[in-house]
Structure formats: C-alpha cells, structure tokens
C-alpha cells in the first residue's frame, strides 16, 4: 500500500494535490474505510470534472465494493447533487471527488452519512485516518458489493427549481460565471426554465480551467463577470465555486456582494413565505441578518462556524434556513444540506416580487451596516493563537463577550469575532460598526492587537 500522508484527513474533507498526496491508493483505502465505519449497505459516489476525479472515483468505489458495500455510481456531477441523491434515495451515505475551489493540481472526497449529514475532523473522518494510519481496517468482505449507475441531473433540476415559482422570475439581464466548473453542466437545463436573459462565462466543463481559477472569493477570479456585468449593464452577476455546491453575487455595479447581506436577502425570501420561521446565522455575521429576520417576525439563531454544526442547529430547531458569510446556505427542504443554485433562484424571485435590481434590494443593507469583510493574520504557531484570544478577552472584557467560537465582544456602535483557523495557525477577524469610520478605526484597532 502506498503510504498515507495523515495531513490530507482535514476539518470537513480529505484534500491534497494529485498524486502525491491525494491518490488511487488513498481513495480505494478511503472506500474501504468509509464503508467500515458507516457500517454500510448501499452508498452513492460522485466525481468532478477535474482530470484526476474519474480515476480516484473508478478507486473509491473499488474500495467501497472490496468492503461489501453496493455502489450507485452517479459519475459527473456536483457536490449538493450528490447531497440531494444520497439523501433522496435513502442510501447510508456518499462520497463526491472534489477539492472544490482548489487550484488544478487539488484532488479529494467529500463524505456523508445518511441524510447527507457531513463526516467532519471530529467525527468520521479522524476515525477514516484512525483507522488507515492505525492499521485496523476490517478485513475484505467475502463477496463485493454491486455497482450500478444512475443519472440525477433532472431530477435534481425539478427539485430545486421547486423553491421557486419560475413563472414569476422576470426577464432580468443577468451574467453567468460558472468558472469551467460543475455549474455549467447544472446551470443551463435550470436558467432554461427561466425569463431571464443570460450571457454565460466559462460554461464548458473543464478541469483544468482554463480561463481563471473556480474561486470566486478571489478577486482576480471575479474580473471577467465584474468586467461582462459592467459593460453590459446587467441586473446581477451570479458566480459558482468548482464543484457547484456554493454561489456568489454581484450587483449592477460589478460590487462584489458580502455572504453576511446575502443571507439577510434569503431570510426575508423564506420569511415572507413562511412567517415566523427560524433562521440560523453564523457567529461572524453582519447585524443585518438578525435584524432583517426580526423585521419579517422570524427567530435568528447564532450558530458556530462550520456544515456539520449548521445541518445539526438546524434540525434540532427545525430551521427553514440557515447561512454563513463564506457562501454556504443550507435549507430544510433540501435536506438541511448546502446547495449552490437554491440561493440564485431565491434571490432572483425576491427580485422580481419586489421589482427591484439586486443593487436595490441591497441599498438598504449597505446604507447602514458596515463591516470589515475577514481578514486573516498568520501567527508563529498555534500556541500564539491561544494567546492572542487570551488577550482579546482582556482587552475587551467590558464588553458583552462569548466564546462560542474564536473570541466574541459586542458594544453599543460595534462589534467583532476573531476565530481560529481549522487548519494553520491563521487568526481570522470579522468587524462591523455602526458607521464607515467606526468600522475602520475599531478594525485597525482590533488588526493593531493581534499583529503586535
């Protein structure tokens, strides 16, 4: 067996550059393992376009297979498309090959048990690592399990066109970025179904992708649609991550929409559908989104950063809708999972009910709220982290302060959270304050501390 590099097992995935890290060997071990510690029968897999993922899937299965496991293979498709079929077919869970937003040479697996509940560094993917590093995986079963092949895409296509009424979807002008990824196998049978007039940009499914890397949280990544939404005067750019599970917005202007006022836009979507439902928001948030929730009489729950932690807040309350700044949007009826075509289709009806261009649904949100967007500090190593938010929680203990994840402090005219990252001694800040100029002052004042 090929030896395992254990620094590939992360927070909420196993990523890695191909070969070297991330190979066949690892994803028919993974397979194996994934089997053994769900215990189970029936499993789904799916790949992206990358040029490594049939090959690391072709793996993934083998190993599943070896382990006793049937195997609906889905072949190409997105990451919430195999959340959807998983969940959908009732099978006890699933893998997609993906590394996501990675650069080119990033390959790796995305697992879920039933009802597409995430395996995470906590819980199910140590166990994976655990288990191959410790040399204590189960022994082959004595017969394989079968293999068969299903396609999804219609189906998944009706469903969450479902959120929706595309009739009432107005002939908007709208730019398309599906960054060479899984969008743009996914987005033409949805947008088909629209009024909306569209111009698409880099739609042909090509890992290796060719025109710009499918990150859009990366400036340089959003220049062609800034550019296409500029020239042509459009209503909103609407822009894909790799495999498709996330969407990210640009207004009229060719700004770049923060995930904070996004999901202030979703909650009053749901809640003017279903009043007084719950919405859950990540730690970092904007004050918009509580605030926007209270204004359409629904409950918002502040939840800690991360999918696992979202999809279990969100069924234990039994939350209609749940967001985080960084572009993942969860729903109940899509089996609390995240999903990357739901949030567009959201936001362009509200569009149209409203009859407003996305800059105008945004106005009110930007008049009044004011936030840094996040700013990482690298650190010397992890024991400077903990020191720092040692020190945060000093600095600012006259506060109304929380650690429900990194360090928290609220004030009448500002507030912020600066958190740990899961992976590299990485400090993270999200700052907001009731004007431009207490934002800036209290950020650079919070920036100043910890880079000290």
Request: proline fraction near 5%; include cysteine.
């Amino acid at each position: 067996m090929t030896s395992i590099d254990p620094g590939v097992f992360k927070a909420y995935d196993i990523r890695g550059i191909h070969p070297d890290e991330v190979h066949e060997d690892l994803a028919r071990q993974v397979g194996r393992a994934f089997v053994a510690y769900l215990g189970a029968r029936r499993i789904g897999v799916g790949h992206d376009m990358r040029p490594s993922s049939p090959a690391l899937a072709a793996a993934f299965i083998d190993g599943a297979r070896a382990q006793g496991a049937d195997v609906v293979d889905f072949g190409l498709i997105g990451t919430d498309m195999l959340y959807y079929a998983v969940a959908r077919g009732g099978l006890d869970g699933g893998a997609e090959i993906t590394a996501s937003h990675n650069p080119k040479q990033y390959n790796g697996m995305k697992l879920v048990g039933r009802e597409a509940l995430p395996l995470s560094g906590d819980k199910g993917i140590s166990d994976i690592r655990d288990m191959l590093l410790g040399g204590t995986l189960p022994a082959p079963a004595a017969a394989p399990g079968a293999v068969s092949r299903q396609a999804v895409l219609d189906d998944y296509v009706a469903h969450v066109l479902s959120f929706i009424d595309p009739a009432v979807v107005k002939p908007f002008n709208a730019v398309l970025d599906a960054g060479s990824g899984m969008a743009g196998l996914v987005a033409p049978p949805i947008f088909e179904r629209l009024a909306c007039r569209t111009t698409r940009l880099c739609f042909e499914v090509d890992g290796t992708f060719p025109n710009h890397e499918a990150n859009p949280l990366i400036e340089e990544n959003r220049r062609d649609i800034v550019e296409r939404v500029v020239a042509e005067g459009a209503d909103i750019g609407i822009a894909w991550d790799g495999d498709a599970d996330r969407c990210f917005f640009i207004d009229g202007s060719g700004e770049f929409i923060a995930g904070d006022f996004v999901t202030a836009l979703l909650a009053e979507a749901f809640l003017r559908k279903q009043p007084g439902a719950k919405v859950v928001y990540d730690v970092r948030a904007s004050y918009a989104v509580k605030d926007v929730v209270a204004r359409y009489g629904g409950q918002a729950l502040m939840n800690r950063v991360g999918h696992a932690f979202f999809k279990k807040r969100m069924r234990e309350e039994n939350a209609v809708f749940g967001g985080e700044v960084t572009g993942h949007y969860y729903f109940r009826e899509n089996f609390y999972a995240d999903n990357g075509f739901i949030p567009a289709l959201l936001i362009l009806e509200l569009m149209s009910v409203k009859g407003q261009t996305l800059r105008e649904l945004l106005a009110p949100l930007r008049a009044r709220y004011f936030i840094s967007g996040e700013i990482n500090t690298k650190m010397g190593d992890m024991r400077l982290v903990e020191e720092k938010l040692a020190g945060l929680a000093g600095r600012y203990e006259d506060g109304h302060t929380y650690r429900m994840d990194g360090f928290s402090a609220e004030f009448s005219d500002w507030h912020f959270n600066v958190r740990p990252s899961n992976t590299e001694p990485l400090l993270r800040l999200n700052l907001e304050g009731r004007t431009p100029e207490i934002m800036a002052a209290r950020r650079d004042e919070v920036l100043a501390f910890i880079r000290a």
